[in-house]
């Protein structure tokens, strides 16, 4: 009924084996979970949490084989909105770091949640923006 395919198929891995790199399941996780960190140290050093963003450029450092860049700069994100955001990306790199085994990211991602909960649960209330 059909006619069979004669020539090769431009998705045969042996063709294109060398045409870009490939990376490992692991290696892809370092890199999301090294970003994810570095996400959450700019936040980090945004609030800062001097020794808390010491302890993460660390585990970037060791997840990238150098030590992250550290901008001075600081926002003027309110401390509760940075917080969330903090507290989000902790959750993120917890998630990647459980899946890759990563004790002490792991470790220290929840800490950094459990740190910025209580910021956030000693902080005032902000009102809300455009309710009456």
Do not use: C, N
């Not at 892809?28 to 936040?43: K, N, R, T, W």
């Amino acid at each position: 009924m059909y006619e069979p395919i004669r020539t090769k198929s431009v998705h045969t891995p042996a063709d294109h084996a060398d045409d870009f790199p490939h990376r490992s399941r692991g290696e892809e996780l370092d890199i999301q979970l090294a970003g994810h960190l570095a996400a959450l140290l700019a936040v980090t050093d945004e609030l800062d949490l001097g020794e808390a963003g010491d302890r993460i450029a660390e585990q970037v450092a060791r997840l990238r084989g150098a030590p992250p860049a550290r901008p001075a700069g600081r926002t003027a994100a309110p401390a509760p909105a940075l917080h969330r955001r903090a507290h989000a990306l902790a959750g993120r790199a917890l998630v990647v770091a459980a899946s890759r085994a990563d004790t002490a990211v792991a470790i220290l991602a929840a800490e950094r949640m459990d740190a910025h909960t209580a910021a956030l649960a000693a902080a005032p209330a902000a009102p809300l923006v455009g309710a009456h």
